[in-house]
């Protein structure tokens, strides 16, 4: 029961870094409509960012999370305006295309930029600590707690800033919020800014939390974002938030009576299941449709 | 030099019967498959385990037959097409656009994972390897890859022509008349799903051939040297040649590959940094993509059928305008979004 238990401890970590890297996934879906493969190459910028940050600069945690933020912010606003802007009035497949093309340009700009070999960060771990029947580190509670004030500000974002508002119209209707006065363009803009930034910090989080990172480790990442964000419902934050809690606990309970490598597995059995029975994504009302995105 | 040349036109000829096949699933039918590297693996995989024999103490991976290399690659089609119509019937049942591209994505990953990590299925990430020869040892190893190359080319001929043939058939209409209009191909009475799903096993078939010559043309195959993004290249040649347009696949693959492979050999690539090179290569790709989509989505030989099937006669005055003689659906219109937004 003690290891059940300590895997639920696990997953918890795990799902706090998934719920901030869907959200972002699922923003960048609501504004732009675009299903955006290159996004797991965001998080692997974030970590990376760190990583210089801390070996060439000295920087500690802190200013480390920051230069993360930045960098994957910089990222997302440089996707959106080099890339899904100009493929605005092509269908979503075409666009979805063109992110692979992107996706695969950046990881190997990564690859030449720090090699293939795996790097890690240096910060301390901390001490272990039994918290309820939950076995962390003071690192991974460091992570869980600024993932959940990250994700506490993105609500706020949404439900009490001009710019949720804007957000939200534009999310439902381009054309009709351009007409309302709202400027379509820029919300998208900071929009991508955002979800670079949640992005790029969830990358820092996660090459944290596994202690290596190589160019790869979005890729993965960009799978369970995904299946986290069309489970619980794509296109919708609060909706993405709730996927990404229950497949990380899926995964790691799932994971304890298996083996973690098998995670992607899970991750995909869990995602047909749920495109089967509800396409819409869990947590959205309605019946299940045939779904065209 | 000869050498060089033989591996490099067997490679992009091998790699053209692939790319015939995903430009099935994708130029035909509409649906952007990505775990067509899954089938393309599988048919390496299955065709290697049936030729080599028993697997010896450390390496481990089921059946160890050793049949006759063309009985195996026939076995091998099977059952990609057998594996295929699960991820198909998956995919393909209601998931459309950036729902069936995602199902793809997470199923070609899934079993990349369990094939690295299940040992002893196919010996895990060591992959699996042993060498054979289809023509029984009798030919010297020079001569073996010539006839080994004709007789690729002369599959892909085959295909070609078959698929050339389907193309133009009343099957090959009604696959693009569901990709153009689902709703009104469903009102003139066509199965939506069953022509989809066709036209999917068709071309998952033909990745299982391509798997099958290219187990015989490189004997050993393991998940670290082949992720699913080694086929990015079939996707860019795909678009290059033509999307829906059996002629123009072949020739875009032909050109992408030698191409590629010629440009970025002269890549320096110094020994202190062994992944300069292929990286280079790999956002070349990425670029030819995303400029393709872009700048002329409907390749060098765009697909142009007319309304009976037959292909149109262009005269040299229409070559260099777009659209004159049919629109192309997939460049013109903008799609209406659908209204499914943040919940307030």
């Not at chain 1, 993360?68 to 269908?91: C, D, H, P, W, Y």
């Not at chain 2, 698929?163 to 709703?183: C, I, N, Y």
């Amino acid at each position: 029961m003690s290891i059940l238990w300590i895997s639920v401890g696990m997953g918890l970590a795990v799902a706090a870094i998934l719920a901030l890297s869907s959200v972002a996934f699922t923003l960048e879906y609501a504004v732009s409509r675009v299903v955006n493969l290159a996004h797991g190459e965001v998080l692997t910028i974030g970590a990376y960012a760190a990583y210089v940050g801390e070996t060439n600069f000295h920087q500690n945690l802190y200013v480390c999370a920051i230069i993360a933020t930045v960098a994957g912010s910089l990222t997302g606003m440089g996707l959106n305006f080099g890339l899904i802007e100009r493929f605005r009035n092509q269908k979503p497949l075409s666009t979805l295309i063109a992110t692979l093309g992107a996706s695969l340009i950046l990881q190997n700009l990564l690859l030449i930029g720090f090699g293939g070999a795996s790097v890690s960060y240096q910060f301390a771990q901390g001490n272990l600590l039994h918290v309820g029947p939950f076995l962390w580190t003071t690192l991974t509670i460091k992570v869980m707690v600024s993932a959940v004030v990250v994700a506490g500000l993105i609500y706020l974002l949404l439900q009490r800033t001009l710019l949720g508002k804007a957000l939200r119209a534009v999310s439902q209707n381009r054309e009709l919020a351009q007409v309302s006065g709202i400027p379509a363009r820029r919300v998208v803009m900071q929009t991508w800014a955002v979800a670079g930034a949640v992005s790029g910090f969830a990358g820092f989080l996660y090459g944290e939390t596994i202690g290596t990172i190589t160019p790869t480790i979005g890729n993965g990442f960009l799978l369970l974002s995904i299946t986290a964000a069309v489970g619980g419902g794509l296109g919708r934050p609060y909706a993405t938030l709730g996927g990404a809690v229950v497949l990380g606990l899926v995964m790691s309970i799932a994971g304890t009576y298996t083996s973690s490598a098998y995670q992607l597995v899970i991750a995909f059995g869990f995602l047909v299941v749920m495109l089967l029975i509800k396409p819409n994504g869990m947590f959205v009302r309605g019946r299940a449709l045939t779904v065209r995105a | 030099m000869l050498q060089y040349w033989t591996a490099i036109l067997t490679e992009a000829t091998i790699f053209g019967v692939l790319a015939l096949g995903i430009d099935m699933i994708w130029g035909w039918s509409g649906d952007f498959d990505l775990s067509a590297y899954a089938y393309f693996a599988l048919g390496v995989y299955m065709t290697i385990i049936m030729t080599v024999g028993k697997a010896k103490a450390p390496v481990e991976y089921v059946l160890g037959w050793r049949l006759p290399y063309l009985l195996a690659v026939v076995i091998a089609v099977v059952v990609v097409v057998a594996f295929a119509s699960i991820i198909g019937a998956i995919a393909l049942r209601n998931l459309r656009d950036v729902y069936f591209s995602i199902t793809t994505l997470g199923a070609v990953w899934a079993i990349y994972y369990l094939v690295e990590n299940f040992t002893p299925l196919f010996n895990g990430y060591n992959g699996v390897f042993g060498l054979f020869d289809p023509m029984g040892g009798k030919l010297s190893y020079n001569a073996y890859h010539y006839y080994f190359f004709a007789f690729c080319l002369l599959v892909l001929f085959l295909v070609y022509l078959l698929v050339q043939r389907l193309s133009r058939s009343p099957f090959g209409r009604m696959v693009r008349a569901v990709r153009d209009d689902e709703r009104a191909a469903a009102v003139f009475g066509r199965n939506v799903f069953w022509t989809k799903y066709r036209t999917y096993l068709c071309g998952a078939g033909l990745a299982g051939l391509s798997g099958g010559l290219f187990a015989a043309y490189i004997g050993a195959f393991n998940p670290l040297d082949w992720k699913p993004t080694e086929i990015f290249v079939l996707y860019a040649a795909i678009l290059v040649g033509g999307r829906g347009n059996p002629r123009g696949v072949v020739l875009g693959s032909f050109i992408v590959y030698v191409g590629f492979v010629e440009m970025t050999r002269y890549i320096p690539s110094p020994a202190a940094r062994p992944e300069l090179g292929p990286a280079l290569r790999q956002i070349l790709i990425g670029l030819l993509i995303i400029l393709m989509l872009k700048f002329r989505p409907s390749g060098l030989l765009p697909e142009r059928l007319g309304t009976d099937g037959t292909k149109v006669r262009r005269s040299w005055r229409t070559w260099f305008s777009r659209s004159k003689i049919l629109p192309d659906p997939r460049q013109d219109d903008v799609v209406a979004e659908p209204a499914s937004g943040v919940e307030s």
